[in-house]
């Protein structure tokens, strides 16, 4: 079961990858006002190097997370330098694009290699640590398309590996005292993910903010939940998909038109 004992931030070790921009870099700001210090990863030194500039508590690394030895690398620095790592944030991801035919084979092959198996690369490289440094977390920042087949397939097949390696690894890693949960945000506009689709569209009035997601992270570092949906509402399209398939198929076809028209 998960560790739903009350988690105190103050003074403890996080690592965020993708906190170069939006929710990433929402969330490494944010742990860092609580008084974490937050390793701070992604792959553009520039932006890395601003934000650690402007917020007290942040330290920057470079590290691709499709890269092993760049992501042993990230492990082996917090090892070195912090003793601990109490959270890590599993949060670099890519949208990727439609999968249509050979051509985008390539492109569909590394949103899988960054969304998922980055991910899995990270929790490997820190899960020695982790357990050194329990009661510890790790959240993965999935998505609510991994929960419902819509969008880009790609896409939606690595956040569906995410939800799943999330949910079994909550289970087989708690008795390490290491609570994994999932994060799964809807539609939130940032640079990788600028919503033109869904600005044509009546979704358009949900659109979140990277802050959003960022609160919703803070509080499943507190108290530990397997899964946090952002807005919590969305949950209800999940358990239509579930147990009311065919509304759900008539709702996901509308999305697809509207996603597929217009400029
Ligand atoms: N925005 C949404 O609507 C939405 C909804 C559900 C879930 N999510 C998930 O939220 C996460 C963050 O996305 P976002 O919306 O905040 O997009 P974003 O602003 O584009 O941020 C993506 C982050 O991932 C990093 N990244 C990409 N490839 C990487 C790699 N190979 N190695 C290391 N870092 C890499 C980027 O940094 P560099 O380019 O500097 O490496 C950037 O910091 C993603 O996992 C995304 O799937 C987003």
């Known amino acids: 079961m998960p ?8 003074g403890k070790v996080a690592v965020v990858t993708g906190a170069s921009s939006g929710i990433g870099e929402a969330t490494a700001r944010r742990l860092a006002r609580l008084g974490m210090t937050v390793v701070a990863a992604a792959r553009r030194e ?16 470079v590290a691709d997370v499709t890269s092993t030895a760049d992501v042993d690398g990230l492990a082996a620095r917090v090892r070195a330098e912090f003793g601990a790592c109490h959270a890590l944030i599993n949060n670099a991801g890519v949208p990727g694009r439609d999968l249509e035919g050979r051509d985008d084979l390539d492109e569909a092959l590394r949103t899988i290699e960054i969304n ?19 009661p510890s977390r790790v959240l993965n920042v999935a998505s609510v398309a991994g929960k419902l087949g819509v969008g880009r397939e790609p896409y939606a097949a690595s956040k569906f590996g ?3 390696l999330s949910e079994a690894a909550g289970f087989s890693w708690a008795h390490r005292g290491i609570t994994v949960s999932q994060v799964n945000p ?31 992270i803070h ?5 530990g939940a397997a899964e946090r949906t952002v807005p919590a ?22 999305f697809e038109r509207a996603r597929r028209t217009g400029p």
């Open 46 to 61: 520039d932006r890395l190097a601003t934000l650690a500039a402007a917020q007290p508590g942040i330290v920057a690394h």
């Open 219 to 223: 509080r499943t570092l507190l108290d």
């Open 3 to 10: 560790d739903r004992r009350p988690w105190d931030p103050t």
């Open 233 to 254: 509402w969305y949950r209800a399209i999940v358990v239509t998909r579930h147990v009311a398939a065919p509304l759900f198929r008539r709702g996901a076809s509308g």
């Open 162 to 164: 995410l939800v799943g």
């Open 116 to 134: 998922l198996n980055g991910t899995i690369r990270c929790m490997a490289a820190f899960a020695d640590l982790l357990e050194a440094s329990t």
């Open 186 to 216: 809807g539609f939130v506009e940032t640079e990788g993910f600028p919503q033109t689709h869904v600005k044509r569209t009546p979704a358009r009035r949900v659109i979140g903010t990277p802050e959003d997601v960022a609160r919703a």
